[in-house]
């Protein structure tokens, strides 16, 4: 980008269900659900044509995203505090109080994270809109997800273009 300023392309009020149960201080919070909203933000230089990116094009990616993980568990499979194993069309969770679950396989969206924090969604989903939209854009700088919770609690995460030495 021009030094001084660039372009931006931001969408919002995009939304998925799911249940999750986030660790912290070793230990875990009961499992609950949250009406998640999810917005992107695009950061780049103009094609030809003066686009960054097709808002239709943005909103059906994380669209997309958000209907592979609708109504399912969220499921941290590089939990450091849960104890995690899938067999035979399901997923066992043990917590570190000894409370088991078993959720089925198809209920479950299990996620290359840690945890199931707004903070790790928004990197996850962010990762997941660099894979199809800037890897095949050269022109991108940069691209921001943020995750609501719920109304007032959010997070975010901004995913780097970093050029080559």
Known sequence: MPEGGGFQVRVENIFFDAA??????GRC????GHTYQVAAEVEGELTEDSWVV???????ILRQI?????????LQTNSRILKIESSAGSW???????ATYSFPSSDVAELPIDNT??????????????????LR???????SVEVWEGPGQRAAYKRLHLPLP
């Open 54 to 60: 097709d808002f239709t094009r943005l909103k059906g």
């Open 66 to 74: 958000c209907q592979e993980i609708d109504h399912r568990l969220l």
């Open 137 to 143: 854009n050269s022109r991108i700088q940069s691209v």
């Open 20 to 25: 999750h149960f986030a660790t912290y201080g």
């Open 29 to 32: 919070e009961p499992l609950h």
């Open 92 to 98: 066992q969770v043990e917590t570190p109080d000894g």
């Open 117 to 134: 924090t707004a903070e790790r969604l928004a990197e996850w989903f962010s990762g997941r809109v660099w894979e199809v939209l800037a």
